[in-house]
């Protein structure tokens, strides 16, 4: 994964139960007999061609949940394909049109139970034609899912549509469509209260911080509220990246120096924190001088913690935890926790955080708080094209 826009199609078919493959492709334990004890989250880990369902334990042990690994199609999910609630997982369909809805059991296994085309709403392309959905993100309540449009008007610029999900069977119906720009690429991350969400990026080298105000119906609104960006070092500027809250409504971003003559990277990324007002406006008071320096390069994976203590960074050479402060600058914790690549990072309610490096096929799994970091047994779990990630926290 990179950062420029995706245009990656990510594609969900129809799922059923697979009993057995001529190849075993993850360390986790078969269920036999089933535990009796409650999990901590489920997990679901995608390949091109099928889905792992994962019970994970206090203790962060994994363990494979009854049928699974679950067939997809040739050329199933990708980059986050999936997002999950407690009672349903939402896949895009092979075509690129459609969103899949499943349920999820008790055990945490999956029933396909219905799809809608989430492109037919929009005609910039033929409604359907070039149009294609490659992004699922879900607000705080679990009530609305998002996805981000590829070419949703003008054929060109993108745009994040809206779905009601019907509680009962996991239905979606649309709501409607934010305003579009070539610059949006990522899904979006809600603020604590839900009430905004964020995104950043430097498309084509303009460093741009986006604020979506959230109404009750789910609607986003663009805000022109251009938050102020740090000053690089003489000669540089600093280019933003990803956006990733806190529960009390403070946002982490990265920060990457460019050279302002040759637009290559000149130094290693920094982590600013901002704090959101009623308004929606982002302020900051990081400096070059108190932001800290990562070890991770090319970062494209942000994520606080559920507590909003601690802050995972992933990318080309690893994974790292800091210690997020709110309003006071992000500190160090740990050094890289792996050297292995980085491209999505999840935790769940008990201290566990997952990671998944692509190009190695590995879920890592690690329990972590704000003195104490361990792997988990078992980890790292080997799943040959492993593309994406979903923790559904129990």
Same mark, same amino acid.
């Given at each position: ?20 493959? !001529? ?9 036999? *007999? ?24 206090? =203790?962060? %042990? ?6 699974? *690994? ?26 690129? =049109? ?9 055990? !945490?296994?999956?029933?396909?139970? #219905? ?12 409604? !359907? ?24 008007? &003008? ?11 019907? %509680? ?9 469509? #934010? ?37 009750? =119906? ?21 280019? @933003? ?5 806190? *529960?009390?409504? $403070? ?24 704090? !959101? ?14 932001? @800290? ?35 006071? @600058? +992000?500190? $160090? ?8 690549? &980085?491209?999505? +990072?999840?935790?769940?309610? #008990? =201290? $566990? ?6 190009? $190695? ?8 708080? %704000? ?24």
């Amino acid at each position: 994964m990179t950062r420029n826009v995706k245009f990656v199609v990510c594609l969900i078919a129809s799922l059923s139960a697979a009993s057995t493959l !001529g190849q075993e492709a993850t360390t986790a334990t078969k269920v036999s *007999p089933p535990s009796s004890s409650s999990p901590a989250a489920y997990v679901y880990a995608t390949t091109k061609s099928h889905i792992y369902a994962y019970s994970a334990a206090s =203790n962060g %042990k994994l363990t494979a949940v009854e049928g699974s *690994p679950f067939a997809a199609s040739e050329g199933g999910p990708q980059s986050q394909g999936i997002v999950a609630t407690g009672k349903y997982l939402f896949g895009i369909n092979a075509n690129g =049109n459609n969103i899949d809805s499943f349920s999820i059991a008790s055990d !945490g296994a999956l029933k396909k139970v #219905s799809s809608i085309d989430a492109t037919s709403f929009n005609d910039s392309c033929g409604g !359907g034609g070039g149009n294609a959905i490659f992004s699922l993100f879900l607000d705080h309540t679990g009530s609305i899912l998002y996805d981000l449009e590829f070419n949703a008007e &003008i054929c060109a610029n993108n745009a994040y549509q809206y779905f009601r999900i019907d %509680k009962s069977n996991g239905e979606l119906s649309y709501l409607g469509v #934010s305003a579009a720009a070539t610059s949006f690429e990522d899904p979006l991350s809600f603020s604590g209260n839900n009430d905004y969400a964020y995104d950043s990026n430097a498309f084509r080298y303009d460093p741009a911080i986006f604020v979506f105000k959230r109404s009750g =119906n789910g609607l986003l609104t663009s805000l022109d509220v251009n938050p102020d960006i740090p000053n690089a070092a003489s000669g540089s500027t600093y280019l @933003p990246y990803l956006a990733a809250p806190d *529960p009390t409504n $403070h946002v982490a971003i990265t920060l990457q120096p460019y050279s302002d003559d040759t637009m290559n990277a000149d130094g290693p990324t920094v982590l600013a924190t901002y704090s !959101g007002a009623d308004s929606g406006k982002l302020t900051t008071t990081s400096t070059r001088e108190n932001m @800290p320096v990562t070890e991770v390069n090319n970062v494209n994976a942000l994520n606080t913690s559920p507590s909003g203590e601690l802050l995972a960074v992933g990318g080309s050479s690893g994974l790292q935890v800091f210690h997020f402060n709110g309003s006071s @600058p +992000i500190t $160090h914790y740990t050094g890289l926790l792996t050297t292995d690549e &980085i491209d999505q +990072i999840f935790w769940d309610n #008990s =201290n $566990h955080l997952y990671a998944v490096s692509d190009a $190695h096929g590995k879920l890592f799994v690690f329990t972590i708080t %704000k003195t104490k970091v361990s792997e988990a047994s078992g980890s790292p779990h080997s799943i040959p094209g492993l593309v994406n990630l979903y923790v559904v926290s129990k």
